[in-house]
């Protein structure tokens, strides 16, 4: 077995550890350099984890404009009803 390995909790069965492998490329981080980014997630250069911050930040951006599309077609739906207020008459 190279690298480190836990045990997941089942007879005869280890797991990889988390720091084991590149998050984005899948390479090994056996005797390297690791650089991590948001806390826990491993990548085995500074270019693999730059893409992936770029990915997660295009991400981002479309959930950020895809709610603001909601919310603007909200006001929209709203703010084009024509309101009339006055008195009616009935005979």
């Keep these: 077995m190279s690298g480190y390995y836990?045990?997941?909790?089942y007879?005869?069965?280890?797991d990889p550890h988390y720091l084991d492998a590149c998050s984005l490329c899948r390479k090994s981080l056996?005797?390297?350099d690791i650089f991590m980014y948001r806390g826990n997630t491993p990548f085995c250069s500074k270019e693999c984890?730059?893409?992936?911050?770029e990915m997660d930040e295009?991400?981002?951006k479309k959930w950020k404009s895809g709610r603001s599309l909601r919310k603007s077609d909200a006001?929209?739906?709203t703010s084009n009803r024509t309101?009339?207020?006055g008195?009616?008459?009935?005979a």
């Design 6 to 9: 836990y045990y997941s909790g």
């Design 87 to 90: 008195t009616v008459a009935v």
């Design 83 to 85: 309101v009339r207020t």
């Design 30 to 32: 056996h005797n390297s």
């Design 11 to 14: 007879q005869d069965q280890y």
């Design 75 to 77: 006001q929209n739906s």
């Design 58 to 60: 295009a991400r981002e």
């Design 49 to 53: 984890r730059q893409e992936q911050m």
